[in-house]
């Protein structure tokens, strides 16, 4: 079965509005013809409210559990300077109590006893809500769930313990490395953009600083909720067992009712890393016993090239591990143990390419070769140009991956999918990150020419570099140092050079001339890569399920567990005791074989000295 085709094709420049059909109030526009793989018969309708509100509509009658999501162009880069930390406050306080459902966390106990799990999260540019509940509950959660949106509390009494909340999330992060590595290439980025901002945000961010500026932490939480949350920045899509028509009467009056300001969307044209600040190598001390080398080349957006993807492209060749490719000259000389690029700490207006290096013990002596071979790799995909073969190959195995794809459980869909509809047509969010339609050359030789020594940002992580941090990034405590030099030196530059065609067998067509290299890669090359990347693509599906099971179950499993733990303890009480009687019973037994020895020994004696008796008044009798 193909995927069911929009109006214009399998893509088209913008989706294709209705307005002839199913008429209610709050509604301007219907889209119908959804972009999905063969094996899924939901049905869908995407909305353009009257309030400018995106909404998509999924209708799935076999599902026992409904899930809704909303999310609202707004992040922690809008932070107000004086309170850094409000956007991620806000969205904690949004959920506390409403005019309708004043209680405290009123909404998500609803949640938790009708068998769902909330989500709230928040990224630099955006900010998400998602929930889900068992099927006969979704219309009750849906009216709490808009509520949200649009008369919350921000209630007092409640500030200083979320703010405790958060502080508790940033103390946690610094037993991990993520965090802090992040935070540390913040602390070297342009401090006019948003980007340089600690936007975690702590009990010294959000409490100890506006009050010694005589600030109002609520009042600053009313003014942010009015400036940013409007429906014209927002979207939200709905799964339910409901038909389109029972989720579309639901959901309209509901969330036509969330306010348009007519908000303008935070923008930021300016990378945070401009020209004068790249070409830096920074050291620093991981809290684990981890030693890697993370590349990052500040890009411009490359999301509105979804149907080309040239960083899909090119990171294809990166992380290819056959013979010829990067990770296999590194294996060679044993300075590496695994390889990985691809698009980082992604806005709408900037992103990274990130190519991050796992070193040996004998490779973080070796981190200049190392880098001088990702060039000359880099340089050799330069030299020979995007092929269309390999861009061909990599659609066609993304095509059949999605024709297959599953069904997806409707929270993963919801937060898979929730803010795709503010940036790409309606009716090809599910297909956007699966598959490719155009080829533009251009697009890849472009990203290619970003990827140079000037263009670099070097962050080399290991314990062996204790002597060289002596700087302290100011958030984290995290020992770190820099060196505002090139990290390329002259003697380098000269192994920056290509080393062969990247060629395939082609049938009958021209093929390239050929000449030696450590770089050859050969259409059986290109099976491996094919394998390689379905199963990369297989380990983060598996990575992001099992991150959603740990973020959604541990608050509902936690008491589970203390009981288990009680019970656990109870058994090997019990199972103790039972080897302790077991002990009792096997010497009990011996000494009742010992017993009954005796007692046989006393019959043998005693009976036939009775039998005798009784036989001599037998015989007495018998004669009287």
């Known amino acids: 079965m193909e995927p069911q085709m929009s109006s214009k094709g399998l893509f088209s420049s913008g989706a294709s509005p209705d307005s002839s059909v199913f008429s209610i109030p709050g509604v301007k526009e219907r889209y119908h013809n959804f972009v999905k793989p063969a094996a899924d018969k939901r049905d869908y309708r995407g909305l353009l409210l009257t309030n400018r509100l995106k909404v998509v509509l999924v209708s799935d009658p076999d599902t026992d559990k409904s899930a809704a999501g909303l999310s609202v162009q707004v992040g922690t880069y809008s932070d107000p300077d004086e309170i850094l930390g409000l956007a991620h406050l806000c969205k904690c306080m949004l959920v506390i109590g409403t005019k309708t459902y004043p209680k405290e966390n009123e909404f998500n106990k609803f949640i938790s006893e009708h068998g769902g799990s909330t989500i709230e999260r928040i990224w630099c540019d955006r900010t998400e809500f998602c929930f889900d509940v068992t099927y006969p509950y979704l219309k009750k959660a849906l009216d709490m769930f808009a509520e949200i949106l649009t008369t919350p509390l921000f209630p007092e009494s409640a500030i200083d313990r979320e703010i405790d909340l958060i502080n508790s999330e940033f103390e946690s992060y610094k037993s991990s490395d993520y965090c802090p590595m992040i935070q540390l290439k913040k602390s070297i980025s342009d401090p006019e953009h948003p980007f340089y901002k600690f936007n975690m945000g702590n009990k010294e961010t959000l409490k100890a600083i506006p009050e010694s500026k005589g600030i109002n932490i609520r009042e600053e939480l009313l003014k942010f909720y009015q400036k940013w949350y409007s429906s014209n920045i927002m979207s939200l899509i709905v799964v339910g067992k409901e038909s389109l028509d029972e989720l579309e009467a639901m959901i309209v009056p509901l969330f036509s009712n969330i306010e348009d300001k007519s908000t303008t969307a935070p923008s930021w044209p300016l990378h945070p890393f401009p020209p004068e600040l790249r070409q830096r190598r920074i050291y620093s001390l991981p809290t684990k016993n981890l030693r890697y080398l993370n590349i990052d080349f500040p890009i411009p957006c490359t999301r509105k090239h979804y149907k080309t993807k040239p960083i899909r492209y090119l990171s294809h060749l990166i992380d290819y591990e056959g013979p010829g490719s990067i990770l296999s000259a590194l294996k060679r000389r044993e300075w590496c143990y695994r390889l990985r690029s691809g698009s980082t700490m992604s806005t709408r207006s900037f992103d990274f390419f990130s190519i991050q290096v796992n070193l040996t013990e004998k490779g973080i002596n070796h981190i200049d070769e190392i880098i001088g071979l990702i060039f000359q790799y880099l340089t050799m995909l330069k030299n020979q140009g995007p092929q269309h073969w390999i861009w061909e190959k990599h659609e066609k195995i993304m095509d059949i991956k999605f024709r297959s794809k599953e069904v997806q459980d409707p929270l993963i869909t919801v937060r898979h999918h929730v803010d795709l509809i503010q940036e790409y047509p309606m009716e090809e969010i599910f297909s956007v990150d699966d598959v490719m339609t155009e080829w533009k050359p251009e697009l890849v030789t472009e990203l290619i020419s970003l990827l140079t020594p000037e263009n670099i940002i070097v962050h080399i992580a290991a314990k062996v570099f204790k002597e060289k941090c002596t700087t302290t990034e100011f958030c984290y405590v995290l020992p770190a140092t820099w060196l505002c030099a090139d990290c390329l030196n002259d003697d380098m530059s000269a192994e920056l050079t290509p080393s062969r065609n990247i060629t395939t067998t082609r049938g009958n067509k021209k093929q390239p001339p050929q000449t ?39 608050r509902e499993l936690h008491p589970i567990k203390e009981q288990m733990e009680q019970m656990n303890d109870s058994m090997t009480y019990m199972n103790n005791q039972y080897e302790d009687l077991l002990k009792e019973y096997s010497t009990c037994k011996e000494e009742l074989k010992v017993l009954q020895v005796e007692n046989s020994r006393m019959e043998r004696r005693v009976i036939p000295t009775n039998t005798k008796r009784l036989s001599a008044k037998k015989t007495r009798l018998k004669t009287v």
Do not use: G, P, W
């Open 516 to 554: 030696s290299s450590h770089f050859n890669i050969s259409s059986e090359d290109v099976r491996s890569m094919i394998q390689e990347t379905l199963k990369n693509e297989l380990k983060a599906q598996l990575s992001i399920f099992s991150d959603l099971l740990n973020s959604n179950l541990s």
